[in-house]
């Protein structure tokens, strides 16, 4: 997994941040899915990597309870969190249970999605 991150961090187009990220998404089946940071001059339409991949595997069929291990691979000599935004998507996808495993080119770390959401704003709050 980890030479496939390092490889596809070539196709984030981050000409403004230069910060250059790469995600893959690992579904109950097997079935896994990637993407990478999309920047544009006005940064709010961009799209995170994690994003990215998330609705890459929903644009393919897969559901909320089909996934089960998110990747985050980065260039820097920090492990990167998902921002807020992709947070939220998490928690829409992705169960508390379900692992994350943060990159860089020399280290690797796991973590549970419910190391990172903590008081969530879900669709129970909706209700």
């Known amino acids: ?35 990478v940071n999309v920047e544009d001059a006005s940064s709010r339409a961009g799209i995170c990597a994690e994003r990215n991949a998330i609705t890459s595997a929903i644009s393919s069929g897969y559901k909320k309870g089909s996934f089960k291990k998110l990747y985050v691979m980065n260039e820097s000599d920090n492990l990167i969190f998902p921002c807020f935004v992709c947070r939220q998507l998490i928690l829409e996808f992705f169960e508390m249970d379900d692992e994350l495993i943060l990159m860089n080119k020399t280290k690797e770390c796991r973590y549970l999605m419910s190391d990172i959401i903590v008081n969530p704003f879900s669709a129970e709050d909706l209700k």
């Open 1 to 35: 997994m980890k030479e496939k991150l390092v490889s596809i961090l070539e196709n984030s187009y981050s000409p403004y941040y230069k910060f250059r990220v790469s995600s893959a998404v690992e579904c109950d089946d097997g079935a896994i899915f990637y993407g």
